[in-house]
């Protein structure tokens, strides 16, 4: 059942006004609002399409236009109030969700996932105001490099997050984070290696001793682990 038509006791509903960008962050959630006799509801919902003002729920059965409901991220039990701005329909009056609006703006509330991919996508945008601005071309790729990462970074913890809720195993998504580490690792030894056969990093550039303390003691460990995998 969809109730979406306002009461004499709804709060009166904004026009919906996105202010900036939402991100597709599924985010499972608790909602809790007031019936028109008072009662308690509550109802299970995923949110979709997030930003820090709000976002959009999909539920079974919703709260009327400008109803204040109690939201509660499942995956960090963190609760904010929000407000119904309107409930979407398709071409063919279809409930799509409700478009909700956060009484308090969060950069936090929907969870990691969606900081990253937020964050991911300024980095996109500062990576075609440096190419724009003539940055050399080997180091926009490394800025490249660096949005892919957290890119595919941001994919695997919202992945993990969707297994562990629903106690499903994350051991194959815990092995792609390991994957994606690897293969970052492996491309920064290879820049850095073209860097150090042209003379463009030394023994005195900052950090360096320190990085090849690190790099020799994973080469011991992997040298070792390979030692054992030896047929006797």
């Known amino acids: 059942m969809t109730m979406e038509r306002p009461t004499a006791h709804a709060c009166p509903a904004r026009v919906e ?12 959630a608790e909602v809790k609002w007031h019936g028109p006799d008072g009662g308690s509801l509550k109802e299970h919902a995923k949110a979709d399409e997030v930003n820090s003002q709000g976002g959009l729920l999909r539920m079974d059965a919703y709260p009327h236009v400008g109803d204040i409901i109690e939201l509660t991220n499942l995956l960090s039990a963190e609760s904010a109030e929000a407000r119904v701005l309107a409930i979407r329909r398709s071409t063919e009056d279809v409930v799509l969700g409700a478009a909700i609006e956060l009484l308090v703006p969060s950069e936090t509330f929907w969870g990691v996932n969606f900081q990253l991919k937020k964050n991911a996508a300024e980095l996109l945008k500062l990576e075609k105001a440096l190419q724009s601005g003539g940055i050399d071309l080997c180091h926009l790729r490394e800025f490249r490099g660096a949005v892919d990462h957290l890119r595919r970074t941001a994919w695997a913890v919202e992945e993990w997050e969707e297994r562990h809720l629903e106690r499903r195993g994350s051991d194959t998504v815990l092995s792609l984070l390991t994957a994606e580490r690897i293969r970052r690792a492996t491309h920064l030894c290879k820049e ?3 860097e150090l056969e042209a003379c463009e990093v030394n023994f005195g550039t900052k950090g360096i001793a320190e990085f090849y303390r690190a790099i020799d003691r994973v080469y011991q460990l992997l040298e070792r682990s390979c030692t054992y995998l030896e047929p006797q």
């Open 192 to 194: 850095l290696a073209a």
């Open 17 to 28: 006004r996105r202010r900036s960008k939402r991100f597709p962050v599924v985010v499972p």
